[in-house]
């Protein structure tokens, strides 16, 4: 069953070497991120499950030692997704690439680690269902969900500005502070698509992982830089 869960965005601007002059700007994301990671490794999970918005190429199960890179941005930079190298790889979706990265920068060992690739589209019910699969993996399960809010907050966001997008992202964000399985369960996909929330499938998955458990939520980071939403959270 699932025993706790982490809450990040997955901007490859998280990391310093993307970011370059302007990684200041997100230090407190980076922060509440390395919190949020910490309360997974207290947790002492058997496994810990990394799901994340995924183009087609990056759907499904990458295994322990995935491989990914920032190279796409001009930074020489490469992670693998725990320990080890997979014996089929593929290279991970950028999602799960930066949760890899926080998992290297906090030198994870709690438990073996695994990666899962999520469309953006998809369906809540199949969102759901993978999350009550994620969490009957093991005994002790644990889950780092990552994904973004609207990327339509402002006239500068990658999306342009849509007036519906703070509202939705407020409303992800309380049943993100509050691990409400139910609030995140109802989420309208078709909208949360329109207004580019990538972490919406994400947080579904986690929310049917969840279901259940009985865990409470604590909200690290909530903030729009760039026009983007980002949340933080950890359930325990």
Sequence with gaps: MLVAAAVCPCPPLLVPEVAAGAAPELD?????CADAVGVLAASRPDLLVVVGPADEAGLGVHHAGAAGSFDGFGVDLGVRLGSGRAAQER???YSLTVGAWLLGRAHWAASPVEGLGVAEDMEPRLALAAGRETG????????LAMGDGSARRSLKAPGYLDERAE??????VRALAEADTDALAALDAPLAYELKAAGRASWQVLAGAAEGAG????????????GVGYAVAAWS
């Excluded at 009957?136 to 889950?143: C, G, I, L, M």
């Design 28 to 32: 407190a994301a980076r922060a509440a």
């Design 91 to 93: 290279t991970l979706p």
């Design 136 to 143: 009957a993996r093991a005994a002790r399960v644990a889950v």
């Design 167 to 172: 509202d939705f992202d407020a409303l992800a």
């Design 215 to 226: 865990l409470a939520g604590r909200l690290l980071y909530d903030d729009a830089p760039y």
